[in-house]
């Protein structure tokens, strides 16, 4: 029985998926046969397009180390959206990724090693990152790799890595456990659009129904390049008058406020990331109602950093808040700025309450909702 089970649950789905495709005109070329699909039961195939420097990110991936039979589709989906955070930002950054939302990201601050990078964006939420995936946008080093191996990690993806940082994927003696880590070469990872007005070379986004009927989308691209994106919140009252957040966010706030964002893009909706100083807090994510999702974040950076790493803090929310009350939250947490996309029809009461509590609040216009 227990061989049989093995088998049943390891099984790829006997599936046989061709070598060329052809979707909405496009065409593309198979990398490979998947080790399964969302589940061990559903087979999968890899494919990339035949032409355009799109497919040559991803698509154009190189297996250093394939680990046990190679990738499955949910390990393609943790890389992609893992890629979409790193992608960001031009120092040293990190995602994990786990079932497609990021468990935690952290940016290089006060010129601290990748290493430390790391482990912030490890040990935001150091359960959820068993065996996740694990993103950078820089060479890895030898003292992130080992640090990498000294917890359970399923796979790894960056531009490149040092010589000896790939030794020390193998030196199972050494470590005692990831023996099947999969380590991913990802090339031209600036060829990833990001910004409005980006080339995206035709990419688009396919939902496909059970019936076989599909929604074609244009990708996600921010508009919010810097700070100097950042609209101050303001809305009109009850009462026809203007009314404006009085505090504006600090330099360092604003760099929260941007690294919460870009975060946010990959966090299912609706979603919260609160960050400070480089670094995730918590992600509140999948809620299906915004306060959830704050109360949400806002109990695992206290279980995992302390309430007093809430103090001063930055709060992304990738839709706008409709009433007042997730504002009450984040000021008895002590969040001290916020960034969200504004339009609802009670902005000003949003705006009122953060003037009320002293919290800075910037608009972005535009929302980062995703539903993956």
């Not at 191996?149 to 993806?157: K, L, Y």
């Not at 991913?184 to 396919?206: A, H, Y």
């Not at 929310?317 to 009433?323: A, I, Y």
Request: glycine letters at 10%.
């Amino acid at each position: 029985m227990a061989e049989k089970l093995s088998k049943m649950y390891f099984t790829s789905g006997g599936r046989v998926f061709p070598e060329k495709a052809e979707v909405l005109g496009l065409r593309f070329e198979k990398v490979e046969d998947l080790r399964y699909g969302t589940n061990p039961t559903q087979g999968a195939a890899f494919y990339r397009p035949v032409s355009g420097p799109a497919g040559a990110v991803i698509g154009g991936m190189e297996l250093l180390k394939t680990g046990k039979g190679g990738l499955s589709q949910t390990n393609l989906e943790d890389i992609h959206h893992a890629l979409g955070i790193v992608k960001y930002f031009e120092r040293p950054a990190c995602a994990v990724m786990k079932h497609l939302n990021p468990s935690g990201a952290a940016v290089q601050f006060a010129e601290e090693p990748q290493v430390e990078v790391y482990r912030k964006a490890r040990d935001c939420d150091s359960r959820a990152a068993f065996g996740s995936v694990v993103a950078f946008n820089t060479i890895v080093t030898a003292d992130t790799a080992a640090e990498i191996m000294s917890t359970i990690v399923e796979g790894v993806v960056a531009p490149a890595y040092e010589a000896e940082a790939l030794d020390l994927f193998e030196d199972f003696e050494r470590f005692g456990r990831n023996r099947h880590l999969r380590v991913i070469r990802i090339p031209n990872l600036d060829k990833l659009p990001r910004f409005e007005g980006d080339e995206t070379f035709g990419v688009r986004e396919i939902k496909v129904f059970g019936d076989g009927s599909l929604v074609v989308a244009d990708p996600f691209l921010t508009a919010i390049r810097g700070p100097q994106d950042l609209k101050p919140a303001r809305a009109e009252g009850k009462d026809g008058t203007a009314v404006e957040c009085s505090k504006n966010p600090t330099p360092a706030q604003a760099r929260d406020l941007l690294f919460a964002w870009y975060v946010n893009f990959n966090v299912r909706s609706n979603g919260v990331v609160i960050a400070r100083e480089g670094r995730s807090l918590a992600v509140g994510t999948g809620q299906q109602d915004r306060v959830g999702a704050v109360e949400q974040a806002i109990a695992k950076a206290v279980n995992y950093s302390g309430a007093e790493s809430l103090k001063g803090s930055a709060l992304s929310s990738d839709g706008f808040f409709p009433f007042r009350d997730s504002i009450e939250i984040c000021a008895r947490a002590g969040i001290a700025s916020i960034i969200q996309p504004g339009g609802s029809l009670r902005d000003w009461e949003v705006v009122e309450a953060c003037n009320e509590f002293g919290i800075a609040m910037v608009f972005t216009a535009e929302r980062c909702f995703s539903h993956h």
